[in-house]
């Protein structure tokens, strides 16, 4: 994804499915027989990466986007 996406509401809603999948994908990840990922690295991602990814006002989409 782009830092500043053409079209932010598109990467609201991805971010907001990543969310998602990380918040309830650990035992469907554990049923396909992949590890699920730690806690810590996922809000690593968010803060490391997400935080990045902004609107065209400057903003970080994440924290619109989130909950």
């Known amino acids: 994804m782009h830092e500043t996406p053409e079209d932010p509401e598109v990467a609201q809603a991805a971010l907001r499915f990543?969310?998602?999948a990380y918040s309830n994908g650990d035992e469907v990840a554990e049923q396909l027989d992949?590890?699920?990922i730690p806690d810590k690295?996922?809000?690593l991602v968010k803060q490391q990466?997400?935080?990045?990814?902004?609107g065209q006002s400057g903003q970080a989409l994440?924290?619109?986007a989130a909950r």
């Open 18 to 20: 990543f969310d998602w």
């Open 34 to 36: 992949y590890v699920p």
């Open 41 to 43: 690295v996922v809000e």
């Open 49 to 54: 990466t997400w935080l990045k990814i902004k």
């Open 62 to 64: 994440w924290s619109q």
